[in-house]
């Protein structure tokens, strides 16, 4: 199995950036496909973003896409999510998944889950 953990979360103003991350242990990001989601306060975990094995493909919903960019460094076996424009609509707790087969998505998010990261976006 692997481990995520994710960091780079903070307190931003709108139009802002921030850069989280995600370690991977015990495994291989190159074994996962894997993704990002988020959950805000009274809403449901949403698909954020996701890339595919060798990191050529990657999927973004239609909030988030031209903002937001998925990649992953397999030398120090971790998946970014660089944000860029944050919004207020962007704050939420952002989590890290990995996915043995397929891309995540809300149909099908995810075997492996973070702990989350929070992101707070001011207005």
């Known amino acids: 199995q692997v481990q995520l953990v994710e960091s780079g979360g903070g307190l931003v103003q709108a139009g802002g950036s921030l850069r989280l991350s995600c370690v991977a242990s015990?495994?291989?990001?190159?074994?996962?496909?894997m993704g990002w989601f988020r959950q805000a306060p009274g809403k449901e975990r949403e698909f954020v973003a996701a890339?595919?094995?060798?990191?050529?493909?990657?999927t973004y919903s239609d909030p988030v896409r031209g903002r937001f960019t998925i990649s992953r460094d397999t030398a120090k076996n971790t998946v970014y999510l660089q944000m860029n424009s944050l919004n207020p609509e962007d704050t939420a707790v952002y989590y890290c998944?990995?996915?043995?087969?397929?891309?995540?998505?809300?149909?099908?998010?995810?075997?492996?889950w973070g702990q989350g990261t929070q992101v707070t976006v001011s207005s």
């Open positions: 998944t990995a996915k043995s087969t397929g891309l995540p998505s809300n149909i099908n998010p995810g075997n492996f």
């Open positions: 015990g495994r291989s990001v190159n074994d996962y496909f």
């Open positions: 890339v595919t094995l060798s990191g050529k493909t990657t």
